[in-house]
Every structure is written in C-alpha cells, then in structure tokens.
C-alpha cells in the first residue's frame, strides 16, 4: 500500500483530494486582459508624470541660457547701430568717463581712460589713436555680420566681420554679464593677431 501511494500521479491524487495543485490553479486562472491593460496605462501615467516633472526645469534651462544671448546679440548690434547708418554713422562717442564704462567692464575702461589721460598728459597721440569697434580711424561698413554664442553662464562671444572701405574686417568680442548690463572685456583683432589690452598695454 505504501508502495501504490509512492507512485501516484500528481492527477491520481487530484483525484484523490478533490483540490488542484497550487501550480495547476496558477495555470487555469482565467485571463484578465482588462486588468493587465489598466496595469500598463498607470506604468504610462508615472512615466509621463515624471517626465513632466523633469521638462520644466529642462525648458527653465534652455530659457535661461537663451535670454541672456539675446540681450547680448542687442547689445552688440547697438553698437553697430552707431557705424551702419541706421542711427548715423558717426561711430559710438567714447569721449567721457560715463560712456567708456557703459561699454566696457571695469578693468579695460580703466586701460582706456589710462591711455586717454597720458596723452592728454603728455600731449601726444593716445595708444588707441583709432575706433576700437571697426579697428580704423575712418569707416564705411558694409555687410555686417554678428554671431553671439554664449561662453559661460554670464559670459558670450560676438563674431564680428564686415567690410570697410573695401578691407575686410573680422573681430571677436568677449562678453561678460554684470549688475549694469553687458560690458565688454576683450576685443580680438583677428586679421591682425591683436587685442585691445594689448594695445592699450604696450604703448
């Protein structure tokens, strides 16, 4: 009898019992294609919720960087505005203390009103004896281009080039972002491998 009982059939003992196995109840569980469905929807929903968690700050991002270029590109085409005709084609006036600082971060406005006061000191030609904006004393500017790209998070470049006169002229701006507004800090020469510090430094 022990035997008989050892070689039973996992069916036989079904029989037997009168219950399914636990293996076969998992294998006869009706489908539940409803509940699966709804299962994978609410998977969806996290997933876009998360990511509508993440987006804002992405766009925020995107926004931030953006906004400080733009008003770099206009402060940059504003100068310009002063040699292209369309607000006169006088250049932009850099005679007092007050517009040098407007234009220029701290460190190279001193070097230009440096420069300024020892020749008028000294009753000879300055070191920067032409327009720092078109690297000329005369100008007829054709064709201006400018691309501003940001460099940092308050800082850009502008790529300047333009005709004058018949010469091409490429210059690069450097940009930084302070309390008052957009002052420049380096201006490349770059037909001639120069720079405007360098300038005002070497005289």
Same mark, same amino acid.
């Given at each position: ?12 003992? &079904? ?18 294609? @409803?509940?699966?469905?709804?299962? &994978? ?6 997933? $876009?919720?998360? *990511? ?37 084609? $006088?250049? +932009?006036? *850099?005679?007092?203390?007050?517009? +040098? &600082? ?31 904006? +078109? ?5 007829? !500017?054709?064709? !201006?281009?400018?691309?501003? $790209? ?9 790529? +300047? ?16 972002? *302070?309390? @008052? ?8 020469? !770059? ?13």
């Amino acid at each position: 009898m022990q035997l008989r009982y050892a070689g039973l059939t996992n069916r036989t003992a &079904r029989r037997r019992t009168g219950r399914p196995e636990s293996s076969e109840i998992r294998r006869h569980w009706p489908a539940r294609p @409803g509940f699966r469905r709804l299962l &994978r929807i609410s998977r969806l929903i996290a997933c $876009a919720g998360a *990511l509508a968690i993440a987006t804002p700050g992405l766009a925020t991002q995107g926004l931030a960087r953006s906004a400080p270029t733009a008003s770099a590109q206009a402060f940059v085409e504003h100068i310009y505005d002063a040699y292209t005709g369309r607000h006169g084609s $006088a250049g +932009v006036p *850099l005679d007092g203390s007050a517009e +040098v &600082r407007k234009l220029f971060d701290p460190p190279l406005a001193t070097l230009i009103l440096a420069d300024r006061a020892k020749s008028a000191r000294l009753d000879e030609p300055a070191a920067l004896d032409g327009d720092p904006f +078109v690297d000329a004393q005369d100008w007829a !500017l054709k064709n !201006l281009r400018i691309r501003v $790209a940001a460099s940092g998070p308050a800082a850009a470049t502008a790529d +300047v080039g333009f005709d004058n006169l018949d010469q091409k002229v490429h210059l690069r701006i450097d940009l930084v972002l *302070l309390d @008052g507004g957009w002052r420049i800090t380096e201006i490349h020469y !770059l037909d001639t491998n120069t720079t405007l510090s360098g300038i005002l430094q070497y005289y």
